[in-house]
């Protein structure tokens, strides 16, 4: 299923394809006069024009650095700009520099004698300038061509020069104006920040000499400089923290060890002031007294004089111990006294030290601030000097140069403008474009019938037929006329649509006039007659007979006569060269053909050369002009609705098929006549048996002697096989 469905893609792309070709084919004569046309003048255009040199000086561009950075010397670092370049583009092609161009080159007078006027302004030059001029970057680098045109290949390079030239001067000034600019700048700071200093230098001195400020830091020196006095407050400050500290201290151990029982005492004596030599020492008597006891009492009494000695020294040294324990409580007590009164009276001098520095603080505030003033202004002033003398340095210093001429622009030795070769090759191009594209949109624009699939999508009906272009009378080219073979098909087609057998009265009708209805009724009758079938060509064209003078014949007497009955069928009935075909002329034109048409004679006609021929053919006027097609179609068996290619629109054709229906007519299918089968290949695939008849219509003769030698059949009549092959084809 899948490898269908792609076949069919396939066929239709196809298809579409050669709808595309066949719409260039038919409309070739459209295309080939848009596209001579668009040449031609492409062409004289091009050789018409003056030629036009170009010239291209290329240079080499940087971004200025800041001439004036920062007071403290530190330099920005340069930030990529993607519309820098952009930006010295239009700077290149601003007034400022080919104004300057202009009078350099004087262009005014020089254009003026080439324009004859009299004179231009330098506007006016500068704007044609602009457009003779192209700045372009190349390969995303610093370097910018500046290409210029003109139809002086000297004048070309000059121009192209000197814009570089310009541009390089005017960036060149731009940048020492800028310099000279900020030096004038510091310049005049530097001489307001001398005047601030004079200013507040001369405040310091009146403050200082006011004040009777004994300042041992000269006037440049640190701005910390301040008065004795907050450092002596400072110092009595630390004094009475260390006293506090000290009191703080002994009373934190006073308070511990006065409430503490005796035992306890005794163990935390030793912890609490390690310092004591007196304590420690009897405390290390008294150990060594109670060990000896100790020792001594297993082998002597109390009573004995040396154990009684031992018991004395213990008490002794438990007295000396309470006293000594009671005499460091009382001397924290006493060092506690003291030092709380060193520290009530620290405070108070240092109450009295801020007081005192506090009047002195806010009498030489004014000093201090001026002097802190005058050290800052000092210190700007020189920033501003040492800057100042660095531009005036880098000023003189050569630098690098922002703008380089490296390519200047020669002579050009051939001209770029006009193109030749390409201005033809694109002429060539948009003329194919434009002639394909205007054959499509006229093939848009016409809605006449243009296909098969057209006439059958908008009838509903089917094509029984195809007759190619210059078809004459198949009654003067033969049977083995190379047009022949159309009608053969168009006959076998309509012999199978017939519904019965006893079906044999055909009339052939248009929307318009000139679709080759009548062509087509005599040559399908003929066609008819040459297969040994009796048939009775009838011109019921009343109101422009043509026929007669296909056949050759008089038309003074013939249809009109025998309605009117005034004649016998017999007589107005004339034969033709081909036995089996006999030709009824319409006869003279009544006043009113609707009536004779319309009326019992007619139908009784239709009646009477049905049961006398095998077929009757009937001619008939455009179907959309006048009534008469209408009611031949209602009176006869079949119709065939002829419909010329690319002629009328289809909307002529539906009505024409509506009408035939709306009178009861049989329409059997419709007839595409005058297609050009040579050029529209969709017609050759649809017809190609007898297109090979067409198309070699001069070895005709050649080909029946042929087939007369091998004995095949004559083309004059179809065989079995053939009529059972196009039975299956339609």
Not at 258 to 273: C, F, G, H, N, Y
Not at 291 to 297: E, G, K, L, V
Not at 441 to 448: A, G, K, P, Q
Not at 561 to 583: H, R
Request: no cysteine; charged share 25%.
């Amino acid at each position: 299923m899948q490898s269908g469905s792609n076949s069919k893609k396939a066929q239709d792309a196809k298809l579409h394809f050669l709808d595309y070709w066949r719409i260039i084919r038919i409309r070739k004569t459209v295309v080939l006069a848009v596209f001579l046309l668009v040449v031609l003048t492409t062409t004289v255009v091009t050789f018409l024009l003056k030629p036009t040199y170009a010239s291209t000086a290329r240079i080499s561009i940087k971004k200025d650095n800041p001439d004036i950075g920062t007071l403290l010397g530190i330099q920005a670092t340069a930030q990529h700009d993607p519309y820098w370049i952009q930006t010295e583009f239009e700077k290149i092609q601003s007034k400022k520099v080919l104004y300057q161009v202009i009078n350099t080159l004087e262009l005014n007078n020089e254009w003026a004698k080439r324009y004859n006027v009299d004179t231009l302004t330098t506007n006016e030059t500068y704007m044609t300038l602009q457009k003779l001029i192209e700045v372009s970057q190349f390969r995303n680098t610093g370097i910018i061509e500046i290409t210029a045109y003109s139809e002086d290949r000297k004048e070309a390079a000059a121009i192209a020069n000197t814009i570089a030239e310009e541009y390089q001067k005017h960036r060149l000034q731009t940048q020492q104006n800028q310099s000279q600019k900020g030096i004038s700048a510091l310049k005049e700071m530097l001489d307001q920040k001398n005047e601030e200093v004079t200013e507040w230098q001369a405040e310091v001195d009146r403050l200082k000499l006011e004040k009777k400020i004994a300042d041992i830091y000269s006037p440049e020196g640190s701005s910390l400089a301040t008065p004795i006095e907050p450092q002596t407050v400072l110092k009595m400050e630390t004094e009475r923290a260390s006293s506090k500290a000290f009191y703080l201290r002994y009373k934190t151990l006073y308070d511990s060890l006065s409430v503490l029982p005796r035992d306890e005492l005794r163990k935390a004596a030793l912890t609490a002031i390690p310092n004591d030599l007196n304590l420690s020492r009897l405390f290390n008597e008294y150990d060594v007294a109670r060990q000896q006891i100790a020792r001594n009492r297993a082998f002597q009494g109390p009573e004995n004089p040396e154990m009684r000695s031992l018991l004395d020294l213990k008490e002794t040294l438990e007295q000396q111990i309470e006293d000594r324990l009671d005499g460091i409580l009382i001397g924290l007590q006493t060092q506690l006294k003291a030092t709380e009164a060193q520290e009530a009276s620290l405070a108070d001098a240092v109450d009295e030290a801020k007081q005192k520095d506090a009047e002195n603080i806010a009498e030489y505030r004014p000093y201090f601030r001026a002097k802190r003033e005058l050290e800052t202004l000092q210190k700007v002033r020189d920033m501003i000097f040492v800057r100042m003398l660095q531009e005036i340095v880098d000023s003189r210093l050569p630098r690098e140069s922002i703008v380089e001429i490296y390519d200047p622009a020669e002579e050009a030795m051939k001209p770029v403008r006009p193109n030749i070769g390409l201005n033809i090759a694109l002429g060539v191009l948009v003329g194919l474009v434009v002639g394909v594209g205007l054959a499509f949109f006229i093939e848009y624009l016409d809605t006449s019938v243009k296909t098969i699939d057209d006439v059958e999508q908008a009838l509903g009906a089917p094509v029984l037929g195809v007759i190619p272009q210059n078809v004459g009378s198949l009654l003067e080219e033969g049977p083995d006329s190379p047009h022949a073979e159309a009608y053969r098909v168009l006959r076998t087609n309509v012999l199978f649509s017939r519904k019965t057998d006893d079906a044999t009265t055909i009339t052939v009708v248009s929307g318009g006039a000139g679709e080759g209805k009548s062509t087509t009724i005599f040559n399908l009758s003929t066609i008819f007659a040459q297969n040994n079938n009796k048939v009775l060509v009838v011109d019921s064209d009343l109101r422009r007979p043509s026929l007669h003078k296909v056949v050759g014949v008089s038309n003074a007497k013939g249809l009109t006569n025998y309605l009117m009955q005034s004649v016998k069928l017999d007589e107005v009935i004339q034969t033709t060269s081909l036995s089996t075909l006999d030709f009824l002329p319409s006869g003279k034109l009544p006043s009113s053909s609707l009536g004779i048409l319309n009326s019992t004679q007619m139908k009784t006609f239709v009646k009477d050369v049905k049961n006398r021929y095998d077929f009757v053919f009937f001619d008939s006027p455009p179907i959309m002009g006048v009534s008469d097609a209408s009611i031949l179609a209602s009176e006869v068996d079949m119709s065939l609705l002829v419909i010329q290619y690319r002629k009328y629109p289809q909307a002529m054709t539906v009505r024409a098929k509506q009408m035939v229906e709306k009178v009861g007519g049989n329409l059997l299918g419709v007839v595409l006549n005058n297609i050009n089968i040579s050029q529209d290949s969709y017609y050759y695939y649809y017809s190609g048996y007898y297109y090979d008849y067409y198309s070699k219509a001069e070895d005709s003769k050649d080909l029946k002697k042929k087939n007369q030698k091998n004995g095949e059949a004559k083309p004059g009549k179809t065989t079995g096989r053939q009529e059972l092959n196009l039975k299956k084809k339609y």
